[in-house]
């Protein structure tokens, strides 16, 4: 039993350290950058989509579209030139939930293998952290159409 009670003490013991170790974060701030961060995406966003009706005349759904490519597009180059990571440090949660923090999750692993070259380095790391989440959204819509289809006419 001893040894139980020596056990017990240790792992206190280690709490305490950990929580003494443990950097400390500040909740109301990082709130607010997030929602600076997501609202200034948003922001953007909105204003692409508002040049793509305006400048080209585009419908509202071809607005949309034509805003989630721009947004990609912008959050995958930014990832690539290290913009989007230093972005990510500051505003936090606020970068990931956008569709740019989607176009960050798949650019992200491959940056990092591409000294393994093209094809084993970018190309097979391109979809590790994203590919899982397009192989289940795709497959449950599937799913769900066909349902669709034998069920509700």
Same mark, same amino acid.
């Given at each position: $039993?001893? %040894?139980? %009670?020596?056990?017990?003490? $240790?792992?206190?013991?280690?709490?305490?350290?950990?929580?003494?170790? $443990?950097?400390?974060?500040?909740? /109301?701030?990082?709130c607010v950058k997030a929602f600076v961060g997501g609202g200034l995406i948003c922001m953007l966003g909105q204003a692409i989509s508002d040049f793509g009706?305006?400048?080209y005349q585009l419908s509202k759904d071809d607005a949309a579209i034509f805003t989630a490519i721009v947004l990609v597009f912008l @959050? /995958?180059?930014l990832t690539g030139l290290g913009v989007y990571d230093d972005l990510g440090k500051f505003f936090g949660a606020g970068t990931i939930v956008p569709i740019t923090g989607f176009a960050n999750s798949i650019v992200s692993p491959a940056m990092e293998f591409k000294r393994e070259g093209h094809v084993f380095g970018i190309g097979a790391?391109?979809? =590790? =952290? /994203? @590919?899982?989440?397009?192989?289940? !959204? =795709? !497959? %449950? %819509? =599937?799913?769900? @159409?066909?349902?669709?289809?034998?069920f509700v006419r």
């Open positions: $039993m001893n %040894s139980n %009670s020596e056990q017990k003490k $240790m792992q206190k013991e280690y709490q305490e350290y950990v929580q003494q170790k $443990m950097p400390k974060s500040n909740l /109301a701030s990082n009706k305006n400048y @959050g /995958a180059t790391k391109l979809f =590790i =952290i /994203a @590919g899982p989440v397009l192989v289940f !959204g =795709i !497959g %449950s %819509s =599937i799913v769900v @159409g066909l349902i669709t289809c034998l």
